[in-house]
């Protein structure tokens, strides 16, 4: 089945290019601004993982996906003759085991089920990658399948630099991305790196190949939600308590389950249908709601029968569910949220991680992300000012909010929303749930551990 793996770039003669797959997402259209100059560069870069004899060929092809998305994918390059998923271990033409293993976690990031947009080779964040092109991907398998346990694959940003002598007590690979110099680490900059092929953003576990989606922060969440519980609203019981949040792609798509192990009620707003609809096909959540109205009847249904334990995925943009919530409570006096929080990608705010709810739909942001990315920023920080002016409204009424440590006060500060004790300052007027509920946790087992230790 995968004998093919091994065999690197496939380029005598050149494979049929395979199109785009359309039964998966697809990531936004970059604009790099790219000048001629660059564009030139971008290609080189390109070009220098393929014999001369095809640059005749693949030139065109390649300046064709720069311009039309931003980025040069190779997709040419993607496989199909083979499925894109973790096969047993002992399925891959490797001369290492360990090797092997690494090759497994390379094809579970880029499996259509677990990659946000797979045939960029995206695995969740917006911009989280693996590779920056189907080239590299078939140089490391290539390197991956002849390497012994005395060898070493160094590679950066996707891009494998060699193969040393080593050890079998060494790694077997040593991968870094996203290496920007400070002073020039802008978004911007980054932008045009990654379109040159410079660099990546390989997010915490997509560019190390060590993605396990989102049961990776099951734990993580299901605690901060506990300890939430217990630190706000001063109860172990959760039952027809509700907590408010957005995201379910990648690992934001874990809330909806951790809210079930919690015992509380969670609704996470979705605004990309295919997320939403993936997470509760994969039994991640339990209903959908498909309007603000609907979903403020879903939460009285189950606040009022005292649920414990479930999860509701709001198909829509999370500020429109916030305001619709704020204007329910002070019409009615009703607050239906006790604790509330945000995973959106806000790391990549103007490209994806973020959808202003000043736009319908999520292709017609896409598109003005492309021909209109100063008007598209210009509605991100409006609707993150929208976004704030809900959440202070709903803690007039009692609830409780933290950051989730995704930048959702950073950008909402910069954005001139009201989040801060002190203009000119990054002291925020709500805690990180890592330093205020889950900082209690960390320092019991620190002390935990001194008082165990005998001097």
Known sequence: MLQRLGEGLICDPLPIHPGLNADVPHAPIRTPHLTVEEKKLALKNALRYFPASTHATLLPEFLKELEDYGHIYMYRFRPVEYEMKAFPLDEYPALSRQAAAIQLMIMNNLDSKVAQFPNELITYGGNGSVFQNWGQYHLVMKYLSVMTEEQTLTIYSGHPMGLYPSTTDAPRVVITNGMMIPKFSTPEVYDKCYALGNTQYGQMTAGSYCYIGPQGIVHGTTITILNAGRKYLKTEDLSGKVYLSSGLGGMSGAQGKAAEIAGIIGVIGEVDESALLKRYNQGWIKEIAYSPEECIAMIQRLRNTGSKGTSVGF????????????????????????????????????????YPAEIETIGAAQEMMKVDPESFKSLVESSLRRHVVAINRMVAKGMRFWD??????????????????????????????????????FSLGTLNLIESVSI
């Open 315 to 354: 198909l829509g943009n999370i500020v429109t569910l916030w305001e619709a919530i704020a204007q329910h409570a002070e019409d009615t006096g009703e607050v239906l949220v006790d604790l509330g929080s945000d995973q959106t990608s806000l790391h990549n705010p103007f490209n994806g991680g973020y």
């Open 404 to 441: 989730y440590g995704n930048s959702f006060l950073y950008q909402a500060s910069l954005a001139g929303a009201q989040v801060l004790k002190k203009k000119g300052t990054l002291d925020f007027i709500y805690p990180s749930y890592f330093e205020d509920i889950m900082g209690d946790i």
